[in-house]
């Protein structure tokens, strides 16, 4: 009897049990939305904050770097990493976190009869095949995104253009260069002819500056095999008291915080750990972009948590009401069945159960709806699908069963106090 | 005038007398006006706030000297920086970069104004103290490591004046300057001794001479570049360049925050209208019965489709109103939490989230209100 009623319940009152359904699924679907983008959204501006290039920059131990602005008398001899090592960097614990990397390697050149001009070797678009099946591009081309490219086009490295390079505005403009036309470089240890792939605007520093691939700088410094400094770009979480502890003396820490810092994505266990992989180095965070990096994403996951807090009560309040509204409509027919000699009880476990099936499909049509919409603003935004969180699931199915019976219950209680005459009386 | 009275009575006497319903309807209206006008108000001031988030990344325009003369002053960089309005100029830091040498070995040394130092670069990392005066010096971290130099220690700076190659004996400039903190950035500046204008100028004998000024200018790209153009004709003598790295990437990531706001507030809007149009059709739906009595008391359709729009229409003003200011409260908290910084009133968002609340309410009960209508008055009220 209890299922017949109910069944014709739904059967007469589809219209009703219909609109009902479409509003719990709609705050289902926001929620179910927010909550995703929310959880997503650090992940997503992190990798977007990678424009700003790499926050770890590692040097040899005893590099004495003082040739940077002027040339300073009395240089030490220059201090270098091995390139073979350069794997390794992909080898630490936090590899998966490690996106984009490039080594570089600076010497003097002359430049189509003019001395002393700075030669960056590096790689622009390297192809990795990683030993754990992983494949990547690496190079300045992402590093540098914002560089540019005033005339012709980035170098291509996998296009085997081994005898190309990129020459940099100022350089361009002092010596009338132009893509496409051939340069003599003149190094330490011999002669190379090239083509100039691409004239560059940097707007800093670079513009003085040609860029060619590695092993062609290598050759020009008779540096076989050595690089100077290696630039990375890694994904981190934001620093905390732990963090800036640690990036002082790891050895102050006791062993569970050391596990802690060390198994977590810091910036500083990062370059401890690269550190650790790479013999005589030293990796440090570059400031000015690993810190503005950690105060942008939490400033923007705290604009979104709160965004989604509102749409949460909102949509909380709105399923609510509705419901309420929904279930003071039925006060004749409550009126009716208490008339006819029904039990508060069953009554209200009538109701209840209609409004609670009816919560469940709705939500499950609603939360359908919701990664839909969150896969939208995932791929309208980032360009990348916002991953399912299964952890949304569970509080979308809490959120609408007890907004359901928080909305329902106090309207049956105060509809079944009143006097069955007085409601079918229509008052 | 009877009429109108008349009517102002059937509309408020329902409000009051159905209470608990109405209270519903209104509830809905004002959740749907909060999120509005709350979203909006974000939506608006995510862009100024999230650009002054950005200024950590540090300096976005630099200037330097124009390309025939050797230097800048210290009056053409504030003539130039005169041009930026005060309120978006976030820091300017002016440098003297001169070689001095510390125990006979050389190191740059950058005269700077510590104060605009600090805001220009916020990232800057000082283990010990800010130089507060002259006489006092900051120290990058490799020289630090290089001279075992710590906060507290002393050291002394010696200058050989640029004429000292074919002069016979030029006495070389010392000063003794007192560390107050070792400087930790991760780039360049590790490498450099930084001191004052004033002990710069008394270490080389050379008076009002800079190589660059940094500033930290909020706006976006366009706005730099037109900051840029107008400083390049109104001091020629000052090179304005912008930072390509820093303002472009700000441009790409900002731009990609507002979009995700802007989604984000779409969606939730949409959804939020249709959540309160069928609230208020249910509440209006409810109300079958009383439309067809009416109807059969002789009411024309218009009069009873004008109540229900004027019950629509107090009913979205008031939750309009109600929700302006909940929403304001709303952001205001978001942008204290968030950006410890206060938010604008928008003065045009509130008509607008009135206008908005009464529209959806309105539309929201005309088509319930039409469907009871258009039936015969006996059908509704037998229940059919």
């Known amino acids: 009897m209890f299922f017949r009623m109910i069944k014709g319940a739904f059967v007469r009152q589809w219209k009703k049990m219909l609109m009902i359904a479409l509003t719990i699924a709609l705050g289902a679907s926001l929620a179910t939305a927010m909550l995703n983008v929310m959880m997503d959204v650090e992940d997503k501006v992190n990798q977007e904050l990678k424009t700003y290039g790499a926050n770890i920059t590692v040097s040899p131990k005893n590099a004495s770097i003082l040739q940077d602005l002027y040339d300073v008398e009395g240089q030490a001899e220059a201090a270098y990493l091995k390139e073979s090592e350069l794997g390794k960097i992909k080898t630490i614990f936090w590899a998966n976190n490690i996106v984009d990397f490039a080594p570089f390697l600076e010497t003097d050149v002359a430049l189509n009869g003019e001395a002393g001009v700075k030669l960056v070797g590096t790689w622009f678009n390297h192809h990795l095949s990683l030993p754990t099946g992983e494949e990547l591009d690496a190079g300045v081309t992402s590093l540098r995104s914002w560089w540019d490219i005033a005339e012709g086009e980035w170098l291509d490295e996998q296009a085997h253009e081994d005898d190309a390079v990129m020459v940099g505005a100022a350089i361009a403009a002092r010596l009338g260069l132009h893509a496409g036309d051939t340069v003599t470089l003149t190094g330490g240890s011999g002669e190379r002819t090239a083509r100039v792939a691409g004239v560059f605007d940097a707007g800093g520093d670079e513009d003085d500056a040609v860029y060619a691939p590695l092993h062609m700088a290598q050759a020009l410094a008779d540096a076989e095999g050595l690089i100077g400094s290696i630039e990375v770009s890694a994904l981190t979480t934001p620093d905390n008291e732990l963090a800036i502890k640690a990036a002082q003396d790891p050895g102050s820490l006791s062993i569970s915080q050391y596990e802690l810092w060390y198994c977590t994505a810091y910036v500083s266990s990062i370059c401890y750990q690269i550190m650790e992989a790479i013999p005589d180095c030293v990796a440090s965070a570059v400031r000015q972009v690993a810190d503005s990096e950690g105060e942008i994403l939490e400033k923007t996951k705290l604009l979104m948590v709160l965004i989604t807090v509102l749409s949460l009560i909102g949509s909380a309040l709105g399923i609510t009401n509705l419901v309420t509204a929904s279930v003071m409509e039925r006060s004749q027919e409550m009126g009716l069945m208490k008339a006819v000699g029904a039990h508060s009880r069953s009554i209200s476990g009538l109701v209840l159960t209609e409004i609670i099936i009816t919560a469940i499909v709705g939500g499950a049509i609603g939360y359908g709806a919701g990664f839909g919409f969150a896969q939208v603003i995932g791929h309208s935004v980032f360009g990348s699908a916002i991953e399912m969180k299964l952890m949304v699931v569970p509080i979308v199915a809490v959120l609408v069963i007890l907004v359901s019976l928080a909305g329902s219950v106090p309207a049956i209680r105060s509809l079944l106090k009143l006097d069955p005459a007085e409601v079918l009386h229509g008052h | ?384």
């Open chain 2, 1 to 384: 005038m009877k009429r109108q009275q008349m009517y102002f009575r059937m509309i408020s006497a329902s409000l009051l007398r159905r209470r608990s319903r109405m209270l519903v309807a209104l509830l809905a209206v004002t959740i749907g006006a909060t999120i509005l006008s709350g979203l909006v108000t974000i939506y608006y001031d995510v862009p100024r706030q999230m650009g002054a988030q950005f200024r950590s990344y540090g300096a976005n325009m630099i200037f330097t000297a124009a390309a025939d003369s050797d230097g800048l002053t210290t009056d053409q960089v504030e003539r130039a920086s005169a041009l930026i309005d005060a309120e978006d100029l976030v820091g300017l830091a002016p440098y003297r970069y001169e070689s001095v040498r510390i125990n006979e070995r050389p190191v740059i040394a950058a005269g700077t104004d510590m104060a605009g130092a600090q805001s220009t670069s916020p990232y800057w990392f000082v283990t010990g103290e800010w130089p507060s005066g002259d006489g006092e010096a900051l120290i990058g971290k490799a020289v630090s490591n290089t001279y075992r130099l710590g906060p507290g220690d002393t050291l002394t700076a010696q200058y050989v004046p640029e004429h000292a190659a074919d002069a016979e004996e030029v006495e070389p400039i010392e000063r003794t300057f007192k560390v107050t903190g070792v400087l930790d950035t991760g780039g360049s500046e590790e490498e450099y001794l930084f001191i004052s204008l004033a002990d710069m100028a008394a270490l080389t004998g050379v008076d009002d001479r800079l190589d660059v000024a940094e500033l930290s200018v909020s706006g976006g790209q366009p706005k730099l570049e037109e900051y840029a153009e107008a400083i390049a004709a109104g001091v020629p003598e000052v090179t304005p360049r912008l930072v390509k790295r820093v303002t472009q990437s700000e441009n790409t990531v900002l731009k990609k925050l507002q979009a995700l706001v802007l989604l984000v507030t779409v969606i939730v809007l949409l959804l939020t209208m249709i959540c309160v149009s069928t609230t208020m059709m249910a509440v209006v739906s409810e109300r079958r019965k009383e439309i067809g009595l009416r109807k059969a008391l002789g009411a024309s359709d218009n009069s009873i489709i004008m109540e229900f729009m004027g019950e629509g229409l107090l009913l979205g003003g008031i939750g309009g109103l109600l929700g302006s200011g909940l929403g304001f409260a709303f952001a205001q908290m978001v942008s204290r939490n968030v950006f410890n910084s206060s938010i604008t009133f928008q003065p045009l968002l509130l008509p607008a989230t009135i206008v908005v609340s009464i529209l959806v309410t309105g539309l929201a009960c005309l088509s319930p209100v039409r469907s009871a209508t258009d039936v015969d008055p006996a059908l509704v009220l037998k229940g059919e």
